[in-house]
């Protein structure tokens, strides 16, 4: 079964630049999520969006932005980067219908070093 | 805002043996979702059980049950036969039922050790 992909899976950047992850949710699904996981902690929700509207919004820093578009895919766009923000990044998708409606499947995650 | 405990940063069972992770949740909300996540070493999170909180009967998928009850507002995993690949991190996560992309909210997480 497909299942949500994320790009890229590893990302070095120097303090202050921009990154751009990429999230291509499961076949059907109308719902993406965003979560940031530090080591040795528990994933933290950043942002949503439903039929490519914005739907919950969690503690997004300011620098980071993010949006679905046409074909379901988001992107989470994130500038003036801080050593802080070094984690691994997770995208999940649902449906809102169907079998197992909301439930999240989460991709392998983009892992985020800041330098 | 919910929120969900873990109160047992680790954990470990012998293989073939039984184990049970708890967790508890806060919420004023009636119509929610429960969740285990599974982390192995990979990093990967994968789904294990899901329970509704408007179902009475307690979900299981192969070897892995549920003991939720609603009232005490707690919402256990147990694990039978032990596998060595159930090594993991596991967490403990409740969705609101309110409104379509509402969040996942996580327990601190159980770290399960698998002893041969």
């Known amino acids: 079964a497909a299942g949500v992909i994320q790009s890229p899976r590893h990302l070095i950047k120097e303090k202050r630049e921009t990154a751009t992850l990429k999230c291509y949710p499961i076949?059907?699904?109308?719902?993406v999520y965003w979560y940031q996981q530090g080591p040795g902690q528990d994933p933290q929700f950043l942002i949503s969006?439903?039929?490519?509207?914005?739907?919950d919004k969690g503690s997004i820093p300011d620098r980071f932005s993010a949006q679905q578009f046409s074909d379901y895919h988001s992107e989470l766009n994130m500038s003036s980067l801080e050593l802080g923000d070094s984690a691994l990044y997770f995208c999940?998708?649902?449906?809102?219908?169907?079998?197992?409606?909301?439930?999240?499947?989460f991709g392998p995650g983009t892992r985020l070093t800041v330098l | 805002a919910q929120t969900v405990t873990q109160s047992q940063p680790e954990m470990s069972v012998q293989e073939a043996e039984t184990v049970t992770l708890s967790c508890t949740y806060d919420?004023?909300?009636?119509?929610?979702?429960l969740f285990w996540y599974k982390q192995p070493p990979s990093r990967q999170m994968i789904l294990v059980i899901r329970?509704?909180?408007?179902?009475?009967q307690n979900a299981t998928e192969n070897r892995f049950s549920v003991n939720f009850q609603k009232a005490a507002k707690s919402f256990s995993l147990k694990i039978s036969d032990s596998q060595l690949g159930d090594a993991a991190m596991y967490f403990c996560?409740?969705?609101?039922?309110?409104?379509?992309?509402?969040?996942?909210?996580f327990g601190e997480g159980t770290q399960l050790t698998v002893n041969p």
């Open positions: 996560a409740y969705r609101s039922e309110k409104t379509s992309g509402s969040r996942l909210t």
């Open positions: 969006f439903y039929e490519k509207m914005q739907s």
């Open positions: 999940a998708s649902s449906r809102t219908s169907g079998a197992l409606p909301d439930t999240q499947y």
């Open positions: 329970q509704e909180a408007y179902k009475q």
């Open positions: 076949p059907r699904h109308d719902t």
């Open positions: 919420t004023s909300e009636s119509d929610y979702y």
